[in-house]
């Protein structure tokens, strides 16, 4: 399988180190400041704060149309998409976007044809430090978390898990995911409060420090939640949902405070930028649910 990575960021060069080492046939697409970097220092990849850096040898490109992909995969921010799709519209093959989405498949599918589109999310995480990509070091609680694949419409197609089985032989938990759309609805309800009280604090750790700001941040996400499909997913989301609100706030004030959260650090624009376009797609599918009650 010939895949593009459309993205060299945090999650496209996580993919692509992955894949590459694993002996798929693998492309990332850069471009700017960091295509310079990526052609004149190669990929550096680093496992956590302290792992040492190596350089992976993937090959870089600046356009898709420099070859025949069987899968593309779409790893920029989500208000980042459209000139992708624009660029994509002319270039064969599947793509699956792999990024906080709340808007369902219709914006996709406008551009590219109904049956090239899959949703997935990732399972990887990290930051950019310089020029090098550090992404988070493998726990037993990161092993347990997969990466969702799913066709917009629910349906379970060869070529879904063939996307799958292509993770998995790199190493990476991934599993197919018949609501693909409510799970991506979902995971925006609980990350736009977390993200937007993070980046109102200054940090997790600072936000931890804040059990006011949490508990309105965990409020937030609670009424988010109830608005979503029923039963949740992932199911893991449903705790938010059930356990008392006085309960969350030390937990989350834990979870702020450890190393998994370290990736809610940044002030980049970009993540403001992320976040600005799906707290919009929330409140755009809150606005259309309610009219469909009142008609
Ligand atoms: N990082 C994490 O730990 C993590 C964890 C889970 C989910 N996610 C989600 O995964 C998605 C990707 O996140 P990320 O952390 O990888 O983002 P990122 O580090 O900001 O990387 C996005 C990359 O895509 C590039 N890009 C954007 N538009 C492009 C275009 N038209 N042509 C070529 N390159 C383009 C950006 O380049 P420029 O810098 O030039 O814009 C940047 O290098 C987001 O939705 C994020 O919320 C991230």
């Not at 060299?8 to 080492?21: E, K």
Request: aromatic content about 6%; glycine content about 8%.
């Amino acid at each position: 399988m010939k895949v593009l990575i459309y993205g060299a960021g945090v999650i496209g060069s996580r993919y692509a180190s992955g894949l590459f080492d694993a002996g798929v046939d693998v492309t990332l697409l850069a471009r700017g400041a960091r295509l310079d970097v990526l052609r004149n220092r190669g990929l550096l990849m680093a496992e956590g704060d302290d792992g040492p850096i190596r350089s992976v040898p993937v090959p870089i490109v600046d356009s898709p149309t420099y070859g025949n992909w069987d899968l593309i995969l779409v790893a920029v921010r989500s208000h980042q998409i459209a000139a992708v799709l624009e660029s994509l519209a002319g270039v064969g093959g599947d793509v699956m976007f792999l990024q906080n989405w709340a808007a369902g498949p219709e914006p996709l599918h406008e551009i590219l044809d109904r049956d090239r589109v899959l949703l997935g999310f990732p399972n990887q995480g990290g930051v950019m430090d310089g020029d090098v990509v550090r992404y988070r070091r493998a726990s037993a609680a990161t092993r347990l978390v997969s990466m969702p694949i799913g066709e917009p419409d629910g349906q379970t197609t060869p070529r879904q898990e063939r996307v799958v089985a292509l993770f998995r032989s790199a190493g990476f938990a991934a599993k197919a995911e018949p609501r693909m759309d409510a799970w991506l609805r979902t995971h925006a309800a609980f990350e736009v409060p977390l993200g937007l009280a993070v980046h109102a604090a200054g940090g997790p750790d600072a936000l931890a420090e804040r059990p006011t700001a949490v508990r309105a941040m965990v409020d937030e996400i609670r009424l988010n939640l109830a608005a979503m499909p029923n039963p949740t997913v992932p199911g893991p989301f449903r705790i938010l949902r059930i356990v008392p609100a006085a309960l969350l706030v030390p937990l989350f004030r834990r979870f702020l405070r450890s190393s998994v959260a370290a990736p809610l650090h940044t002030d980049s624009p970009a993540v403001a930028g992320e976040l600005e376009l799906i707290a919009d797609q929330l409140r755009a599918s809150a606005v259309i649910r309610a009219a469909k009650l009142v008609t």
